[in-house]
């Protein structure tokens, strides 16, 4: 014991394995080089294209996630997902030059055909940054829908089309509404804005040679049936949108009925336009599509085929899926080579490339990027996460619903007791470790139990995991960082309106001098460090829909970046929790604050 | 070559003598006035508005936005078509109060009158409202982009909203000089934004500093001016605009111009004002300024000579008037075929060298052509005389 509090020499420091976990990649405009964004090792690794060898590692900012290249070739901008920046790099130097502020998590990144400008997908503040990148400034933010992820140019330069991976919010217990946001790059505009009904997750994105169209990969997630429902179509469907000019937009799945294409993450189209490659990150595969049958097949379809029969049909990909190429741990980018010979592919989780040959369409050999040979029980856990081999006929992952961590966004219907019974909120897992218990209900005392038996008879219906299997997932769970508030910088005082919130968050009188009892204080259930008091509550938000009345006290930390709020999801914003649900001052007392003792509480809220 | 310079040589003696003729015609015939719109164009619920109650208008290039009472409309000006948007289109609210463009974005933001705040980007319309977001209040009569930020004039007070960090800040009495809350109306230029208030004047807000000032009646509220050019002529304040350092000011009972030291009220009985009750009001330089008012449209032309044109519609036979006038002496009328398509004034837009004006009854598009800022001597006319404008040709083309 004395030992314990009296340590005589340094702790041995841990010497965690320094994964790569590479995501996204770009190939240089003299097609020499292939520069790759490795989240884990906050680096960008440089490949020859000719020797498949790496060549360079480029320390970047944390967090690197997405890679794009001036179209001289002489600088690399890469996105921080950590850090909200942008890093540019002097590609004969191989070195950062420049880093530039953005918005929250940053993660597409993409020039215009001039390179004057550079587009930053702003993922967690719902925006794009228009970068001037003579300057280096950020010239105008522009609006997107929810989570921006990834950008594709038209082949005339005119258009850029970004994928959303979170839906727009849409009312309470309707179907998700999704949006491809149009940037006219010539008067750096958004242009439009097409719908993609039914769909969410769009990830990956990619421009058809012609100009006539552009593919986006996506998940048709059914949160409003039960997931124990099978034979209602289950819970998460996965496939492809071909999003044309024009705003039509046509869904077909690439799932099969044996087997399915979980959490399709990015799609590359050869630069003849024959072939389509798609990720499945949830699989360890890539599906070839045959663009010609694919588009014959939607051009001679009806309008009842295109709207309800192929969305929703696992017959169909037989017909314009032609193959599927094994990769190693999950594929994220790919990447084709101009010569239309050779694509490349990331796998996130082997810290490796797939070299694929598009002659044989067949893996030909694997690029080591220089990751650890040894697989931590963390990383072991992380593949757990990703991987969709847990589910009756691996039709999703973990990662299917909590995208890298976080959040998908919608409200479930979980439980097998009728349709559209206790429908709950999804909860980020930023930042999980020792807020237990879990679920909305309170009833999980551990992340073992949420993710063991329960899990299994709720959501994979097949054999869970196994007990080492579980540890390593409960542990790979807890490492998941949240990233740093972005409303209070580490070390910053609070900002007025912040300091007048706090006051409001810990007051113990009302307006008119009573004084609120404690269990209606803010502060009573939501104190620090968590904000939560791990304890049910019943504040007045049961519905008819509901079991309980009693829920789950959640921590509040970076609250601002896991809309909807409430068990149910019920709120779109933070104001809405006490301006519509909170008529009763069951949820503290708030129906006397001014609107500007709201706002003030808001703004002290969104720094915890 | 030698022919060619000769005919050169010719052309240049026809210029000079042509030229010289008409300075010889302008020292004896012409006399200094304003350019006056006479070619008017109208656009009511027949050509596809929403609706014939006009709150509001912004020209964002070829599209000119219209907001109305049930609903949004936008005007494309090289086709002259309308598309319209009501709430089962999208448009959050039916009352659209105001309007304004994000210069840097291209987005419109649209106020309306107790639905909060709406912006209309690519086809989506995202919607603010007291209940889910920082909004004020959702009775919103003004709307005004400063920078990133978003200000919004609310019957309680006015909202600031940062776009990109989504903060919202409220103005109202409690840390601003507003003695009421009422917001009439907001405008934004040259690092100023203005507030209009119903009941306190004028309140300035410096970007930089972050800092207040008011401007108020020094008479009081006096429906009358004791002391004129004294202050800002009443409190009820319906409109400001801020332009080449000028700020003009619209009230119920009067106008105003401030140059940062000297005020100067303008009234019916002593101006071209068709009426004291200003709706609102749009400087178009240090000099010109449209007034909108509920007995049509003032426009001081040219403040150093004191120079007003007065638009008006004549409720019997629908043509349209306007009179130049300089110190209540009448300078020229010119009778047209239209001109604004009612009296009851509400908002005006400047396109270039084209004017909207909002009505009652409709939109008018007056078109510029030749426009020149401040008076140009052109043949005088006799006070009272009266210039019919019968055709397609503008009115100084008909003078030739």
Redo the contacts between chains.
């Keep these: 014991m004395k030992q314990i509090a009296h340590p005589i020499q340094m702790p041995i420091v841990s010497q965690e394995p320094q994964y790569k976990t590479p995501l996204n990649m770009a190939l240089s405009p003299d097609g020499k080089e292939i520069y790759i964004a490795c989240e884990a090792s906050h680096t960008v690794i440089v490949v020859n294209v000719q020797t498949r060898q790496k060549v360079a590692e480029i320390p970047a900012g944390h967090h690197p996630t997405d890679v794009t290249f001036s179209p001289d070739g002489t600088r690399a901008y890469v996105s921080n997902r950590l850090d909200d920046t942008v890093s540019v790099i002097d590609v004969s130097a191989r070195k950062v030059t420049a880093t530039i502020p953005v918005g929250d998590e940053p993660h597409g990144v993409l020039t215009d055909a001039s390179g004057k400008l550079l587009y930053v997908l702003n993922t967690s503040a719902d925006s794009i940054s228009v970068i001037d990148t003579t300057s280096l400034k950020e010239l105008k933010r522009l609006s997107a829908s929810r989570s921006p992820w990834s950008l594709s140019r038209s082949p005339d330069g005119s258009l850029i089309y970004v994928t959303n991976n979170l839906s727009r919010f849409v009312r309470f217990r309707t179907p998700s509404v999704s949006e491809v946001t149009v940037i006219d790059t010539a008067e750096v505009v958004i242009e439009d804005r097409i719908v993609v009904p039914a769909a969410n997750l769009m990830q990956g994105v990619d421009w058809h040679p012609s100009g006539e169209f552009a593919m986006i990969t996506l998940n048709r997630t059914k949160n409003l049936v039960p997931m124990t429902r099978l034979l209602q179509g289950w819970t998460i469907t996965n496939g492809l949108g071909i999003v044309y000019k024009d705003g039509r937009v046509y869904q077909v799945l690439l799932d099969e009925s044996g087997v399915c294409f979980p959490d399709p993450a990015d799609v590359a189209i050869t630069p003849d336009g024959r072939l389509a490659l798609v990720s499945s990150s949830g699989s360890d595969r890539i599906a070839v599509v045959d663009v010609h049958k694919l588009i014959s097949m939607l051009e001679a379809a009806s309008d009842y085929e295109h709207e309800h029969v192929f969305p929703n049909h696992l017959g169909k990909p037989t017909e314009f899926v032609i193959t599927h190429i094994p990769t190693k741990h999950s594929p994220r980018g790919i990447l084709i080579n101009p010569d239309g010979k050779t694509a490349f592919v990331a796998n996130a989780l082997d810290d490796s490339l797939t070299v694929i040959d598009l002659d044989r369409l067949e893996a030909v050999e694997s690029v080591d990027l220089g990751g650890p040979r040894v697989i931590t029980k963390v990383r072991y856990g992380e593949r757990l996460f990703h991987s969709a081999n847990i589910t009756f006929r691996r039709q999703f992952s973990c990662h299917s619903c909590h995208p890298d961590g976080h959040v998908d966004g919608l409200t479930y219907d979980i439980e097998p007791d009728g349709i559209g019974i206790s429908p709950v909120d999804n909860r980020t897992l930023r930042g999980i470790l020792d807020t237990a218990p879990f679920k909305w209900e309170g009833t999980n005392p551990s992340l073992q139990r949420q993710c063991g038996p329960r899990l299994a008879v709720f959501f994979t219906r097949i054999q869970p995991f196994t007990p080492d299997e579980l540890s390593a997932l409960d542990n790979y769970i807890c490492t998941i960082p949240r990233p740093p508030n972005r409303y209070r910088p580490l070390g910053a005082e609070l900002t007025d309106a912040q300091r007048r919130g706090k006051k409001m968050f810990e007051r113990t009188l009302a307006n008119d001098g009573r004084i609120i009892p404690k269990g209606n204080r803010c502060a009573t259930c939501h104190f620090p460090p968590l904000f939560s008091d791990r304890q049910r509550h019943d504040i007045g938000t049961k519905l008819w829909l509901d079991r309980e009345s009693e829920f789950d006290t959640p921590h509040l930390n970076n609250i601002y970046d896991s809309a909807p709020y409430l068990h149910n999801g019920i709120a779109e914003t933070l104001e809405e929790i006490w301006t519509r649900y909170n008529p009763d001052d069951q949820h503290g007392v708030t129906n006397d604050m001014t609107k500007d003792q709201l706002n003030d509480l808001m703004e002290y809220l969104k720094t915890l | 070559m030698k022919h060619f310079i000769t005919a050169l040589e010719i052309l240049i003696v026809l210029w000079l003598g042509e030229t010289a003729l008409c300075q010889a015609k302008d020292t004896t015939a012409q006399e200094k006035l304003p350019y006056v719109y006479t070619e008017w164009k109208h656009f009511t619920v027949k050509n596809g508005l929403p609706n014939d109650h006009v709150f509001a208008i912004k020209a964002d290039g070829s599209k000119v936005w219209v907001g109305t009472e049930n609903g949004l409309a936008c005007i494309d000006k090289r086709t002259g078509k309308i598309k319209s948007w009501k709430e089962k289109d999208g448009l959050p609210w039916r009352v659209v109060s105001a309007l304004d463009v994000n210069p840097?974005?291209?987005?419109l933001w649209v106020g309306m009158f107790g639905g909060g705040l709406a912006?209309f980007?690519?086809?989506?319309f995202?919607h603010w409202h007291?209940?889910?977001?920082?909004l004020?209040?959702d009775v919103v009569y003004g709307v005004a982009i400063e920078n990133?930020n978003i200000w919004a004039a609310t019957t309680?007070g006015a909202s600031r909203y940062n776009?990109?960090?989504?903060?919202?800040?409220?103005y109202?009495e409690?840390?601003s000089p507003m003695e009421e809350i009422w917001n009439y109306g907001v405008s934004y230029n040259d690092g100023k934004v203005y507030l209009g208030i119903w009941g306190s004047g004028v309140l300035e807000f410096d970007v930089a500093t972050e800092r207040w000032k008011d401007y108020l009646d020094p008479d009081g509220e006096m429906e009358i001016d004791l002391y004129r050019d004294d202050g800002i002529v009443h409190v009820i304040t319906t409109g400001t605009s801020y332009i080449d350092g000028i700020l003009w000011v619209s009230t119920y009972f009067g106008m105003n111009r401030y140059d940062g030291r000297y005020w100067r009220g303008y009234y019916q009985h002593e101006t071209g004002l068709p009426s004291d009750f200003g709706n609102a009001v749009q400087g178009r330089n240090a000099n010109e300024a449209w007034f909108a008012t509920d007995k049509g449209l003032g426009v001081l032309a040219d403040f150093p000579s004191d120079t007003w044109i007065t638009y008006t519609m004549d409720p019997n036979t629908r043509r349209g008037k306007a009179v130049v006038s300089r110190e209540k002496k009448l300078l020229e009328v010119v009778d047209m075929p239209k001109s604004i398509p009612h009296n009851y004034a509400l908002w005006v837009e400047f396109d270039d060298n084209d004017t909207w004006v909002g009505t009652s009854k409709g939109v008018g598009w007056a078109t510029g052509s030749g426009y020149y800022k401040g008076l140009k001597a052109r043949p005088a006319y006799k006070a009272g005389n009266v210039r019919t404008k019968t055709g397609g040709s503008d009115a100084h083309a008909a003078k030739k």
């Design positions: 840097k974005t291209g987005e912006r980007s690519g086809g989506r995202d007291q209940l889910n977001s920082g004020v209040n990133d309680a776009t990109v960090t989504g903060e919202w800040t409220i109202t409690k840390n």
